[in-house]
């Protein structure tokens, strides 16, 4: 007579998983987060009210106007003619209100093989952070000074073929130390630029390329760290929130990369966007609701200190 085994077969000690038996499915109790992007964009937004006059849904924020430089010798005898200093301009920031929330309920604390509070928190906090940061990235990102990539004229027209060059970012500083913006860093302008733009720029070939100043510099840790670092007159923040989408030629995706000096945008706040404990209200307090909430708002303070460039890339 052949041996019966007690195993971990279903007909015996060992069960089916999810139903009666010994042998079940094992959960890690540590779970992980989704993997996530460092938001950056509102530490560009370094312009704030000084002097508020008094609350408000808009805020205004106005700049002086030079006179002309007057540069004709004065007659020993002649009165010279006063002129008058032209209006300030003016920047509107209007405050709008943020929040996210989620309610959770009492079973699911009592069933969880996890915690679900500090979860609920970690997750909450970065919503907060990521979603006040596109909010200020929409507003940077619709300046009027853009720059094409190849011989392209509007976004429609951009291929994943039209990389960056070196020539474009030449360009866009140029065009702000022109422009009379001020660097953010020593005579440096801030960058942002998304990964896969960052590696059609480090994949230039040339003299007038990336490459060639880094393998012959002084150091070659960058090359191998994968850095940016600082070129053409920019320090580069590499990041995979910088915004693209398949606005291009068919549907190529388009990706933005933007220059900024100081002012580049402005922010007005009237409550710092926090994190919220709500009230559980509910007749057998079975609910809690969790969320963040803010008031303020974004506005481009100096177009002449901000450049986008529109690029697509050979990674796409």
């Known amino acids: 007579m052949a041996n019966a085994y007690t195993s971990t077969g279903s007909a015996t000690l060992g069960g089916t998983a999810g139903s009666a038996g010994l042998v079940q499915k094992a959960y890690d109790r540590l779970l992980e987060f989704a993997l996530r992007s460092e938001p950056l964009i509102r530490s560009v937004a370094d312009k704030r009210p000084a002097k508020l006059a008094n609350p408000g ?85 619709g300046g009027t000074n853009v720059i094409y990539g190849g011989t392209r004229t509007n976004t ?38 998304h990964p896969e733009i960052s590696h059609d720029l480090r994949a230039e070939t040339g003299s007038a390329g990336w490459l060639i100043p880094h393998q012959y510099g002084s150091s070659q840790d960058s090359i ?43 922010e007005a706040v009237a409550e710092e966007p926090h994190v919220v404990i709500g009230p559980v209200i509910d007749q057998l307090m079975r609910f809690r609701p969790m969320g963040w909430y803010g008031v303020l708002g974004f506005k481009r303070y100096r177009e002449e200190a901000l450049f986008r460039i529109l690029n697509g890339s050979s990674i796409a």
């Open 156 to 193: 429609v027209t951009i291929a994943a073929t039209d990389t960056i060059t070196s020539a474009n970012l030449r360009k866009a500083v140029a065009k702000l130390r022109s422009g009379k913006s001020i660097p953010r860093k020593g005579s440096l302008y801030w960058c942002g630029i």
């Open 57 to 141: 849904s808009t805020v205004i924020l106005q700049i002086h106007a030079d006179l002309s430089e007057q540069a004709t010798a004065l007659t020993e005898s002649t009165e010279r003619d006063s002129v008058a200093i032209s209006t300030p301009t003016s920047v509107t920031i209007t405050l709008n209100e943020y929040g996210n929330s989620v309610l959770v309920t009492r079973a699911l604390e009592l069933f969880s093989l996890a915690d679900v509070d500090p979860a609920v928190a970690n997750i909450i906090a970065f919503n907060l952070a990521g979603s006040i940061d596109t909010v200020a990235q929409t507003e940077l990102r």
């Open 224 to 266: 191998w760290a994968g850095e940016i670092g600082t070129y053409e007159g920019a320090y580069f923040i590499e990041s995979a929130r910088m915004f693209n989408d398949t606005d291009g030629a068919s549907s190529a995706r388009v990706y933005r990369t933007i220059l900024a000096g100081q002012q580049a945008l402005a």
